[in-house]
């Protein structure tokens, strides 16, 4: 005989199990209205002429009273007689039974505006009275006998309490069986398992990193086919670290791994797995490790795995146990003792010098992937992958975009073409043109324009003769990149204006003259406020801070400087997740050298202060131009730019 489906005796044990409740409920609600007395107290009201009806058995009395005033009794007594009259008032409230409401007596005695009273259940244990039922004659009460039976007393008296109590016990602890639903589960690993279908993502649609890719590649090589690698005694890696800057594509490779592998994929974030109770995190990373041995071959992703995987030491005993403790776990799972087989685990970070150096060792994470910034080529391959789906007009150049965006990651680019998308439906287009798109770069390069923010004519004058500086100085150094637009138009949190340049090609080295160059061009705002306004303003503020980076990198790491010599005096704290300039410094340096240092990079920041005060000085005319045309039109094409330099040098005799 076929056993009934655990889904079903579940689903009839809920049934009966509602049954009873909607069943007892009035029992139950009555025993909660109910106020136990004592049979002194019973015989008070009773004298008082407070007690409407009763209800007798031979072991209690329960009833109906009221209160209120001496003056609302005959109100009550005549409401009450003539409610009841021609029917038994006994059953309103203790039986599903007839007779009317106890609450019509109550609302025809709130028509009376000095009626104050309220009426409550009462119940006393009944002692031997044989005066009882005269007394109840004598003062109008109603009243019934009944004897309840053993079986009744013990159903509703004692199963079906238990009952209640027992099935929602049963819905709690099954409720706290789920992954992360209560206290009895929080050992349990909170890993989301994704298969082929879920992602929706592929190898096709993860552009600009060709290299990460192909290492993933054979991952997924591997797994498909092991028989290939096992014939000439290759082992694929157990760990695969993916680093890179945000917006690079580490977490979208990884869901396009789970699209393609074909296997199970466990994915989870490291911050899941610590929790305020000591010992959580690592019965979580067993827990997890655990799933995935029963499921291999599989997949484990674990996202911002610097929360679990700090370097330790360097701190009080007991200061960060629990995070240790689960380090430790993950440690033995990748590497330990038992043999971890089919389990390949994948972990993504942006802070890599953090990560302890047994998580980071060859038989634990023996390939990390380097996502950088996409080059030139690799922008152009992004911008078609989220192209996908989008009217382009004919005159848009994705190769042009990517050129006007150096340095940006694969979510800035995404962010490029659906801020065009976004601006060509604003303005009611059908088509994502070339002038959208570059609007969208500016957008997402310098931020949105700020039409509200209104310049008077001395500071907006100011605005130009600034931005005029930076791209007259940029046209004269060698080494600058040169100039492709100068703006007025304030933009983001505080940029009034400003001049982009973009770099002839891609280049991953700068040398000191480019440094230097870079330095002078930053110093050309501030050094054409003061030649042609008498003063400068605190809007040289960030060309100041991108000076300083500039330079104290020359002296402290690149060894630029003669008077210091070749020697690193700081190291990055980050490469993937800086500020501009946010170094380490060397702890063994002496306050001289220290104070050398600082007189070097002042130096060179002075030096180059000059030389930018010499080139807008000699082209003082082409300067003011410059900012002329800028107060009329606003924006500086880089052809219009040069037109007037050019012009302006030519009229000098050069």
């Known amino acids: 005989m076929k056993k009934p489906e655990k889904k079903v005796v579940i689903s009839i044990l809920y049934w009966i199990l509602g049954l009873l409740m909607v069943m007892g409920m009035p029992q139950i609600l009555l025993h909660l209205q109910t106020r136990n007395i004592s049979y002194s107290e019973f015989k008070v009201l009773l004298r008082q002429g407070r007690v409407i009806e009763v209800r007798l058995s031979p072991e209690t009395v329960q009833g109906i009273a009221f209160t209120g005033t001496e003056k609302n009794i005959d109100a009550i007594r005549e409401q009450v007689a003539r409610i009841s009259s021609g029917s038994s008032v006994t059953g309103r409230l203790f039986s599903d039974g007839g007779g009317q409401s106890l609450q019509q007596i109550i609302n025809a005695l709130k028509k009376d505006p000095g009626f104050s009273a309220s009426f409550e259940i009462f119940s ?63 050992g349990k690993s909170r890993a989301k398992v994704a298969v082929e279908k879920d992602t929706g993502v592929s190898f096709d649609d993860v552009a600009g990193c060709v290299e990460a890719k192909e290492e993933l590649e054979e991952v997924v090589s591997f797994l498909k086919e092991p028989q290939r690698y096992e014939a000439l005694g290759a082992q694929i ?31 989870i974030s490291g911050s899941e797995f610590v929790e305020m109770f000591v010992g959580v995190g690592a ?55 038992e043999p971890n087989i089919g389990v390949i685990l994948l972990a993504a970070t942006n802070r890599p010098e953090v990560l302890d150096p047994a998580l980071l060792r060859p038989g634990r994470f023996d390939r990390q992937v380097v996502l950088d910034a996409p080059d030139l080529k690799g922008r152009e391959a992004i911008l078609k992958v989220h192209a996908r789906g989008k009217p382009l007009s004919r005159d848009a150049d994705l190769h042009a975009i990517a050129q006007r965006t150096p340095g940006f990651s694969g979510a800035d ?66 080494n600058a990149q040169p100039v492709a637009k100068i703006s007025i138009i304030p933009r983001g949190k505080a940029a009034l204006g400003y001049t982009l340049q973009l770099p002839e090609e891609e280049s ?13 061009v930053a110093m050309g705002g501030r050094a054409a406020e003061l030649e042609v306004l008498g ?12 000076a300083t980076d500039i330079a104290r990198s020359m002296v402290a790491r690149f060894g630029m400087s003669e008077a210091i010599g070749p020697v690193a005096l700081s190291r990055e704290t980050n490469p993937f997740l800086r500020p501009s300039g946010l170094f380490e410094q060397n702890e063994t340096m002496s306050q001289e050298l220290a104070s050398s240092m600082d007189r070097e990079v002042r130096r060179v920041l002075t030096e180059q202060e000059q030389r930018a005060k010499n080139i807008i000085a000699e082209n003082r005319k082409a300067l003011e131009e410059v900012a002329e045309k800028l107060l009329t039109d606003e924006v500086l094409a880089a052809s219009e730019f040069e037109h007037i330099v050019r012009d302006g040098k030519e009229d000098d005799g050069e």
Request: proline share 5%; hydrophobic share 40%.
């Open 237 to 267: 890696p157990k760990g695969v670290l993916l680093v890179g800057p945000p917006g690079t594509g580490k977490t979208l490779l990884s869901r396009a791994l789970a699209g393609e592998a074909g296997v199970p994929f466990y994915t």
């Open 283 to 337: 019965a979580r990373v067993r827990d997890l490790f655990a799933q995935a041995k029963r499921n291999a071959p599989c997949i484990i992703f674990i996202d911002e795995i610097d929360a679990i995987g700090k370097f330790r030491g360097g701190v009080m005993p007991g200061g960060h146990e629990e995070r240790e403790q689960t380090l430790n776990q993950l440690l033995v799972e990748m590497d330990g003792f």
């Open 535 to 546: 003063e400068e303003s605190s809007g040289a503020q960030n060309d100041l801070e991108t």
């Open 413 to 478: 680019l995404a962010n490029i073409m659906n801020e065009a998308a976004l601006l060509a439906a604003r303005q009611g287009a059908k088509e994502i043109t070339q002038e959208f798109l570059e609007e969208a770069a500016e957008k997402v390069f310098a931020g949105p324009e700020r039409k509200s923010r209104r310049l008077g004519k001395r500071e907006r004058r100011r605005v130009a003769v600034h931005e005029a500086g930076h791209a007259l100085v940029a046209f004269h150094c060698p």
């Open 124 to 186: 006393t244990n009944r002692v031997k009275d044989p005066d009882l039922v005269k007394e109840l004659d004598e003062h109008g009460v109603v009243y019934e006998g009944v004897r309840e039976s053993m079986l009744g007393q013990i159903f509703w008296g004692t199963i079906v309490p238990i009952a209640f109590w027992v099935g929602l016990w049963f819905l709690l602890v099954r409720g706290m069986g789920k992954p992360g639903a209560g206290l009895l589960s929080i």
């Open 508 to 520: 991953f080295l700068m040398t000191r003259s480019e440094l230097l160059d870079r330095i002078c």
